[in-house]
């Protein structure tokens, strides 16, 4: 699977962003979809995820409610609607595809593709 990862910019506090991953890959429609997001001087952190079907999705605590994970399998694409941004959202987002266990959706590690990231800033 080969992704790209597309959507970045920048935007003041409170604003929105819609990031796209365009997989390809005979896999795609059987692998879990994940945001992850790496901010200077900070580690790696999942954002969301989404299982094959579409049907279970994942939010980290600091963006539920506020980002939304979806996916198309007839166009090879995953997307992470990000609505009221904050400062703290400011990071180089990546789109992965894997096959996790229920249990670590979150770890970069159980993910075996990765597409290049997309800067987000937010300004306040």
């Known amino acids: 699977v080969q992704l790209q990862a597309s959507g970045g910019g920048l935007v003041q506090a409170g604003g929105s962003l819609r990031l796209s991953c365009a997989a390809s890959g005979r896999t795609f429609s059987r692998s879990t979809m994940g945001w992850f997001r790496q901010a200077p001087g900070k580690e790696r952190e999942f954002v969301a995820a989404i299982d094959w079907s579409g049907g279970r999705t994942y939010y980290a605590d600091s963006v539920k409610g506020r980002f939304t994970i979806s996916r198309d399998n007839n166009k090879n694409t995953v997307n992470l609607q990000m609505n009221s941004l904050e400062p703290e959202d400011t990071a180089v987002y990546c789109c992965?595809?894997?096959?996790?266990?229920?249990?670590?959706?979150?770890?970069?590690?159980?993910?075996?593709?990765w597409g290049q990231g997309t800067q987000v800033t937010v300004s306040s």
């Open positions: 992965a595809a894997g096959q996790p266990p229920l249990y670590a959706y979150d770890r970069p590690s159980f993910y075996d593709y």
